[in-house]
């Protein structure tokens, strides 16, 4: 039986129970890579485990000439090129479309609530003061969440999990879905996009990143959000349109934003990231590095899972040749 060549470039924590999994069709090897080592590396291997560290493109396809599959524990696939994968008969496999799996996973919607606890009671802001010695009560006064109303854009898998936990802390939540595959009860629905910015003291983005949603949150739609208001951004960076953000913030019509995605998250220019910079000095900016999925516990559930859709994807070439 053939032994395929498998390499996880970014093993960080990888589950042990994966590793196994994999075992047992191929040889496995866990090596974090850089950019420049992983064009070396792919030359003898057949299948390639990432996260999201890295841009798939054609220059990383093309070291690879022996690769039939990328498994990514991921759904959003926008870091993947995915036009180029199909084009040299690479198989990407991930999470997307994995309804039922998913909805066991709630990493990314318990990461959404914290941001909003702590955009909206100032917990950064008020821990980095105590850090300097200070004790000022009065300086992080925040708001309450029960009674405000909480606008959902995009009622999936993440969006549900969400309006759930709004909710539960007594918020009004309403919430704006083209084609949602189930509605959670309690939850009002809106006609438009810009019925629910009109309407939400905290509007929380859920939608998949697609030509359609691309800036689909631009300076229109936040100049309708009301006065004191705050957005959380868990989904994608190029859903929203960060100039337009940073001008709200400024003017004072939002009042803060928290987001766990930027647009230009992977590339070299980060460090020059306007909203960067911004949070560097403002504390109604919170920012995470797309830790929405980043628990022990998510991530070692998807990627057994993902292990397991690797090896049945190996062994049907194996039998269809
Ligand atoms: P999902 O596919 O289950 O749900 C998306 C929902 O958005 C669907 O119900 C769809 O009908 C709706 N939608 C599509 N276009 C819309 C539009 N124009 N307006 C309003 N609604 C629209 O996706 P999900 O698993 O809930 O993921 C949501 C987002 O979170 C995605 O962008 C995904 O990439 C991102 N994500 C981020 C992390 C992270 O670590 N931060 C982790 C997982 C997923």
């Not at 007594?170 to 959670?184: E, H, I």
């Amino acid at each position: 039986m053939k032994r395929w060549q498998i390499l996880n470039a970014e093993p960080e924590n990888y589950s042990g129970q994966a590793v196994d999994l994999l075992s047992t069709v191929g040889d496995v090897r866990l090596a974090q890579q850089d950019r420049v080592s992983l064009l070396t590396a792919l030359a003898d291997v057949d299948a390639l485990i990432v996260r999201l560290a890295f841009q798939i493109d054609e220059q990383v396809l093309a070291a690879a000439p022996r690769l039939r599959a990328i498994v990514t524990a991921t759904t959003g696939l926008d870091h993947i090129d995915l036009a180029a994968a199909e084009r040299r008969g690479v198989k990407v496999l991930s999470l997307k479309g994995e309804v039922d799996f998913l909805r066991s996973i709630p990493a990314t919607a318990e990461l959404t609530w914290g941001l909003l606890l702590a955009l909206t009671r100032n917990i950064p802001a008020a821990f980095s003061s105590v850090l300097q010695s200070e004790w000022q009560r009065d300086r992080f006064k925040g708001h309450d969440l029960a009674g405000r109303r909480l606008g959902i854009l995009g009622l999936g898998r993440i969006g549900y999990m969400v309006a759930r936990y709004g909710l539960a802390f007594g918020m009004r939540v309403l919430a704006y879905d083209p084609t949602p595959q189930l509605w959670v009860e309690g939850v009002e629905r809106v006609s438009s996009p810009v019925e629910l910015f009109r309407q939400a003291d905290v509007l929380s983005i859920h939608v998949p990143l697609n030509p359609v949603t691309v800036r689909l949150v631009g300076k229109s739609e936040l100049d309708q959000m009301p006065p004191g208001s705050f957005l959380i951004n868990t989904s994608r960076g190029d859903i929203l349109d960060e100039v337009a953000l940073l001008d709200v913030l400024k003017s004072g019509q939002l009042a803060g934003a928290a987001l766990d995605v930027l647009s230009n998250e992977r590339s070299d220019s980060l460090a020059s990231s306007p909203l960067i910079r911004y949070a560097q000095t403002h504390s109604n900016l919170i920012l995470t590095p797309h830790i929405g999925g980043a628990t022990y516990e998510s991530m070692a559930a998807t990627e057994i899972f993902m292990a397991k859709k690797l090896v049945d994807y190996l062994k049907s070439l194996e039998t269809n040749g």
